[in-house]
């Protein structure tokens, strides 16, 4: 077990790592809640993205590492994984983690996805679990992971959809932007939550990447939990995009946003506990 590191001198990279690295214990904490929201859809990524026994498999934007962690489990002593991820901070937690399992075969690296500092053709298989919508190059990050793939090797990315199939999102954003004075941006923007959700888009840049056989598939994962203020606190310890926003305000201000936020999201809550939609795309392809 190692982490290794990347120098990164542009700012906007540079702003991005600093917000995931105020984060990422947050984050680390959270994780009995985010496994039970996205074991599902983790577990249908790596079947999509033909994980298997003996793999060596490259894990991008890795976080604090519970995919990473799924990832050892399947390919096993014989395989290899490398999780990389642009805030050291979080990354240490998913080095952390692993070590704990006793998953020798696991290494970290602090690298920029759309900078890699990996030889060519080094793997079987790349996947990349709720990170690629942050790139404000999804293009190439994804022309990265062609490079890095064994000709034949897959991919399988996990981002969020549309606004419309993730209200919980789109309510939490909004009413951020709004308290801070911000008029409400193209949702599609680069680098946000639901930049890649626009339909047939992620599509487009697979191909254009340079990969073949792309075929995305939509997957429901509702985040549920007892209450709505449980939500809401997950969201004030982990949500980087959201925290961003909140951060830059007056206490009282601040204070109101997080408040409307809940307000709004009560009308999830049923007699037997909290239940947010989302949906989230997962999309799969092959190097040629």
């Not at 079947?47 to 026994?53: K, N, P, R």
């Not at 991919?155 to 549309?162: E, K, L, P």
Request: hydrophobic share 45%; glycine share 10%; charged share 20%.
């Amino acid at each position: 077990m190692k982490v290794g590191s990347t120098v990164v001198s542009d700012p906007a990279t540079a702003a991005v790592r600093a917000q995931w690295n105020r984060t990422a214990k947050g984050w680390h904490d959270s994780g009995t809640v985010i496994r039970p929201w996205l074991h599902q859809a983790t577990q249908a990524m790596l079947g999509m993205a033909a994980v298997t026994a003996s793999s060596h498999v490259l894990d991008v934007a890795a976080g604090a590492g519970d995919q990473t962690l799924d990832i050892a489990e399947r390919v096993g002593p014989g395989g290899y994984v490398l999780a990389t991820d642009l805030s050291p901070d979080i990354l240490q937690f998913a080095a952390e983690r692993a070590a704990a399992a006793g998953h020798r075969h696991v290494e970290t690296r602090v690298s920029d996805g759309q900078k890699l500092q990996i030889e060519d053709a080094r793997f079987d298989v790349v996947v990349c679990r709720l990170g690629l919508m942050f790139f404000g190059d999804p293009l190439q990050g994804l022309r990265e992971m062609v490079r890095v793939l064994k000709p034949g090797g897959t991919v399988c990315t996990m981002v969020f959809g549309t606004p419309q199939a993730n209200p919980c999102v789109a309510t939490l954003m909004s009413t951020a932007l709004r308290h801070a004075g911000v008029p409400p941006p193209d949702p599609y923007q680069s680098g946000g939550l639901l930049s890649l959700g626009k339909p047939g888009l992620i599509d487009e840049l697979f191909k254009e990447a340079g990969f073949l056989e792309v075929a995305t598939t939509k997957v429901a994962a509702p985040f549920k939990l007892p209450t709505v203020k449980d939500y809401m606190n997950f969201v004030r310890t982990s949500a980087g995009p959201v925290i961003q926003i909140v951060k830059c305000m007056d206490p009282a201000t601040a204070e109101a946003a997080w408040a409307d936020m809940e307000n709004a999201l009560c009308r999830y809550q049923r007699p037997d506990g909290w239940e947010g939609p989302n949906e989230l795309l997962l999309t799969a392809a092959r190097r040629p």
